[in-house]
Each structure stands twice: as C-alpha cells, then as structure tokens.
C-alpha cells in the first residue's frame, strides 16, 4: 500500500511538473489579452471614433474635379448669308469641358451640428460596451477559474475517501488473519472502494472538462495542460447600499444612457430637415469645342465663377412628418429600455445579495460542521480497528464526512460567484 501511494504521489508530481501553472492573475491577463469579443468591442470602438469627424457629419467643404470630352463625325451643309455655302462630310468635332468646383454649407437647420454630436455619442457609447465587454470578460474568466477550484476540491475529497476506504480494507484483511472478519465484509469494502475509484475517474472527466472551458475563454489551445493551485476566499465586506450606488456607474446602464442621446441628435438631425439649406458654391470653368467646319473653328471659353445655391423644402409626400414621428417613438423606446434595465440590474442585484449573504451564513455554520464529521470520522475509524463500530457505523461517518466537504466547498464557490457578479454589476471587479 505504502509503494501505491509513493507511486501515485510520483505521477501527480510529473503531471503537476508538466502542466503550465496559472494564477488567477493569470488568467485574467491572458483573459484581456486574447478575447475575441473584447477584441470585436475594440474594433467597434475604433469605427465609430474613425466616424466622429465633422466631415462625416457634413461640415466641410467639398472639391471636385469634373472633365467631359466628346468626339465627333459630322456631315456639314450651311448656307451663309453673304451667299456662302459651306459642305463638308465627316467633318471631325470635340468638345472639352473640365471644371474644379468648390462647395461649403452655410446653413441646413443646424444639421450638421446634430449629426456631428449624434456621431460623438456613438462613439461615448462604443467606450461604455468595451468596458461592459471587459467587465464580462473577467467575470466569467474568474468564475471559470474558482469552478476549477471546487472541482480539484470535490477530486481531492474523493480521494481522501477512496485513502479511508483502503484503509478499511487493509484493517479487515488484518481482521480475517486474526479470525475476526469474514469475506462478506471484506467484499463490501472491495465494493466500496472501487465505487470511490470509478468516481474519482468521473470526477477526472469533469475537472477536465472545466479547465477545457477555461483555456476557450482565454482563447488558448483547449488541450494544453493547465495547473491551477487555489483556495476560494470570498470578500465578506460587501455591502448592499455601497452596490445600489455604483449601479448607475456600470457601463451596461451608461451605454442605454447614450443610446437615449443617439436618439435624441437622430430626431434633431430629421427635424432640421425642415429648414432651407444654404451652400457656397465657387470654382474655375474651362470650355474649349473644335469642328474641322462650320462656322466657328474653334470657340474656347474659361475663367472663376461663384454663387449661392439656396434649397427651400416645400412638400415630399408627408415622408419627413412620418419621419419625426418615428424618431420620437424610438427615443421612447430607448428611455423604456433604459428604465428596464436599471430594474433588472437592481433586481439582480438584491437577489445576488441575498444569494450571497445566506452562503456566507451557511458557510460559516458548515465550518464548524465541517470540522465535527472529520472529528467523527477519526473516532469511529479508531473505534473500528478496536472491533468497538461496525462497517456500518464507519461507511456513515464516511458519508457524513463527504457531504460536508462537498457542502462547503459549494457553499463558499456560490458565495464567491455571488461576489463576482456583485463587483461586475457595481463596475469594481477591476479593482481587485
């Protein structure tokens, strides 16, 4: 037994050796670094601050440069009126006609300065779903991570359970040499302890499965070998008030903000519409028409030219009245979805809370409890090599033992999720 267990201790410690350590830090690094979401949020960022220009928004000037040449064959048959008669077939003709011309607004109903503002809320807004994005991001990296945790927890447990099962058997075979067992009791015991294997192998799949949902966060080979040596500790100094305060600071709740203002310049930008338009327009002509007959030769023509161009809406159909209206309603909308979810992130927030608050009590009794069914078990496994417990009394101290281990260690991971979820939804969790 003595030559298993140095074995097995060997191989967990060439596996530990061969794996790649990470710390929470660590993940949550690696996290930031190679998200894809957090990746298309920055990209999104990057757009609309590319967009944010006043040239999108139509307040500087345009310039073109405009050109037209046209060939000709033509047939000719004038008669002049000194008598003349001029006839010419397949007379060969050009025209060219190129033009820069300069346009700038003067005024469109304060359109320009709607848009241009529509465009910087966007812009405000895209920051805000990076930071939610962000804050997301780490979230369920750490809660991947501390579900690792409670998983090598259950695993070790398991373990410990499957020591205490071979040491029941190693004591009835003792038993059985001095006549005092029988094989029934030692099949039991055989029984049990392959039971105890067999879930410690599940238990393998599972911490495996976790650690592979883990490296897909951080958007590394699913495959890679992965060691993570934690205990869950949980913040206990959380206060319900202190989250309600910061709700209005989370960036989900910032970015309806904004989207209400996007609205608001998209209504404005339509009513300008309303409004006249003025433009400034200026540039240089040149115009130059060639024929080999006809009557002129040659006539070329070029110099500046500049003048206002005024543009009055009077009627389009009810389309720009049917526009506003629109717009209105999708101002109302935006209020309506900001206002929902201020009451889901509240509401989620007292629930999380109370979540949290009766974890952390019913850790702290299952402690104790804790501490109780490993004293228990030691007592009855002592009583047991005296002949003075039965397998029975043993196989229920071991249970006991067993479900407070699990219980605790789910009592402290849902008070550790609750913590999270309270600092993401309170915008601190980078604080930590």
């Known amino acids: ?43 999104n960022l990057e757009i609309n601050s590319i967009n944010n220009n006043i040239g999108n928004a139509g307040g500087l000037p345009t310039v073109n440069l405009n050109a037209n040449y046209n060939e000709n064959s033509t047939s000719v048959n004038q008669k002049l009126n000194n008598g003349n008669t001029i006839e010419r077939a397949g007379a060969r003709a050009n025209t060219l006609t190129p033009n820069v011309q300069a346009s700038i607004l003067l005024f469109n109903g304060f359109r320009v300065k709607a848009t241009q503002k529509r465009l910087q809320e966007l812009e405000l807004m895209s920051k805000e779903q990076l930071n939610a994005q962000i804050q997301n991001a780490i979230a369920e990296a750490m809660v991947k991570y501390y579900d690792i945790v409670r998983q090598q927890s259950y695993f070790r447990t398991i373990r410990q359970s499957i020591e205490l ?37 599940t238990q393998q799949l599972i911490l495996d499965q976790a650690k592979t949902d883990l490296l897909n966060i951080m958007n590394m080979k699913p495959d890679l070998k992965i060691d993570i040596q934690d205990t869950i500790l949980v913040d206990k100094s959380i206060v319900l008030d202190s989250v309600m305060k910061m709700i209005p600071l989370n960036p989900q709740l910032l970015s309806a903000n904004q989207m209400i203002r996007v609205s608001e310049q998209a209504e404005k930008e339509i009513q300008a519409q309303r409004y006249p338009a003025i433009r400034f327009n200026t540039g240089f002509n040149y115009s130059r028409n060639y ?89 009855i496994m002592e009583r047991y090599k005296l002949n003075q417990a039965t397998i029975l009394d043993v196989r229920e101290a071991q249970k006991s033992f067993e479900d407070a281990g699990y219980r605790l260690v789910n009592l402290s991971y849902a008070a550790k999720v609750a913590e999270i979820e309270l600092k993401r939804l309170s915008s601190t969790l980078l604080k930590d």
């Open 291 to 379: 024929s080999q007959a006809g009557l002129f030769i040659l006539n070329q023509s070029y110099g500046p030219f500049a003048g206002i161009n005024l543009q009055m809406p009077l009627y389009n159909g009810g389309i720009l009245k049917r526009q506003e209206k629109t717009a209105r309603i999708d101002v109302k909308n935006a209020t309506l979805q900001r206002d929902n979810l201020v009451n889901a992130l509240e509401a989620g927030a007292v629930r999380t809370y109370q979540g949290y608050r009766n974890a952390l009590q019913q850790r702290d009794a299952e402690l104790k409890n804790y501490a109780t069914a490993q004293t228990l078990l030691d007592l």
């Open 165 to 201: 099962s071979a040491k029941r058997l190693e004591i009835l075979q003792a038993k059985k040499e001095a006549g005092l067992s029988n094989n029934v009791e030692i099949y039991q015991a055989e029984v049990d302890l392959n039971a105890r294997k067999q879930d410690l192998q």
């Open 1 to 43: 037994m003595r030559r298993l267990s140095f074995l097995f201790i060997v191989l967990l410690s060439n596996a530990a050796y061969a794996q790649q350590r990470f710390t929470l830090a660590d993940v949550v690094n690696t996290t930031l670094k190679n998200s894809l979401d957090i990746e298309i949020a920055k990209n």
